[in-house]
């Protein structure tokens, strides 16, 4: 299931690694678990469950 938000092109889908900035700028990395309308829920790196607009979301790309 792949899901995009309105006028964005960048599609996610579930177990996707995506990283996000927090309501304190700080970088969080974590794993698309879940594909809503306009949001993607995530399991983050620090345990918890986050629900994240697709807007602020950014791939992650494994070097």
Do not use: W, Y
């Not at 092109?9 to 974590?30: I, L, M, N, R, S």
């Amino acid at each position: 299931m792949c899901a995009k938000s309105p006028g964005e092109t960048v599609a996610f889908k579930v177990g996707d690694k995506v990283t996000f900035d927090d309501g304190k700028g700080v970088a969080q990395v974590g794993t698309v678990t879940r594909i809503k309308r306009r949001t993607a829920t995530l399991q983050a790196m620090d345990g918890r469950n986050r629900r994240v607009g697709f807007e602020l979301l950014r791939h992650v790309l494994d070097v």
